[in-house]
C-alpha cells in the first residue's frame, strides 16, 4: 500500500528540494537594491497615497461578483462531463436545463445593464 504512494511522496519532497534551493540562491547570488518605493506597500495597482475615504464603483463590486457566480457555476459541469459516459441520458438532460438556466440568468444579468461598465 505504501508502495502507492512512493512516487507522490517523491514528487512532492522533490518539489519541495527544488524550491528551497532556488530560493535560497536567489537570496544569495540576486541583486538587492533597496529603496523607499520598493518599501511601501502595493494595494492592488492603487498609488499607496490614496487617502482613506477613496471609494470604489459599485459597478466594480457586481461585476467580479457576478464574474465569481457564474464561473462557480460553470465548473460544476466538469464532473458531469468528465462522466457523463456513466451517468446517461438523465445527466445530459439535467446538463442541458442547468446550462439553459445559466443562460437565462446571463441574458437576465446582461438585459438589467449590470455588465455595463460606467
Same mark, same amino acid.
Request: glycine share 6%; hydrophobic share 60%.
Given at each position: 500500500?505504501?508502495?502507492? +504512494? %512512493?512516487? #507522490?511522496?517523491? =514528487? /512532492?519532497?522533490?518539489?519541495?528540494? @527544488?524550491?528551497?534551493?532556488?530560493?535560497?540562491?536567489?537570496?544569495?547570488?540576486?541583486?538587492?537594491?533597496?529603496?523607499?518605493?520598493?518599501?511601501?506597500?502595493?494595494?492592488?495597482?492603487?498609488?499607496?497615497?490614496?487617502?482613506?475615504?477613496?471609494?470604489?464603483?459599485?459597478?466594480? +463590486? %457586481?461585476? #467580479?461578483?457576478? =464574474? /465569481?457566480?457564474?464561473?462557480?457555476? @460553470?465548473?460544476?459541469?466538469?464532473?458531469?462531463?468528465?462522466?457523463?459516459?456513466?451517468?446517461?441520458?438523465?445527466?445530459?438532460?439535467?446538463?442541458?436545463?442547468?446550462?439553459?438556466?445559466?443562460?437565462?440568468?446571463?441574458?437576465?444579468?446582461?438585459?438589467?445593464?449590470?455588465?455595463?461598465?460606467?
Amino acid at each position: 500500500m505504501l508502495q502507492a +504512494y %512512493l512516487p #507522490a511522496l517523491v =514528487f /512532492i519532497v522533490l518539489g519541495l528540494v @527544488v524550491g528551497l534551493v532556488f530560493a535560497n540562491l536567489n537570496s544569495i547570488f540576486g541583486p538587492s537594491r533597496p529603496n523607499k518605493a520598493k518599501s511601501e506597500p502595493y494595494e492592488c495597482g492603487l498609488p499607496s497615497e490614496v487617502t482613506t475615504n477613496f471609494r470604489f464603483g459599485i459597478s466594480f +463590486y %457586481l461585476i #467580479a461578483m457576478l =464574474f /465569481i457566480l457564474f464561473d462557480i457555476e @460553470v465548473v460544476f459541469l466538469y464532473p458531469v462531463a468528465v462522466q457523463l459516459e456513466a451517468f446517461g441520458v438523465f445527466a445530459l438532460v439535467e446538463t442541458a436545463i442547468f446550462i439553459a438556466l445559466l443562460l437565462v440568468a446571463f441574458v437576465f444579468v446582461w438585459r438589467r445593464g449590470a455588465l455595463e461598465w460606467r
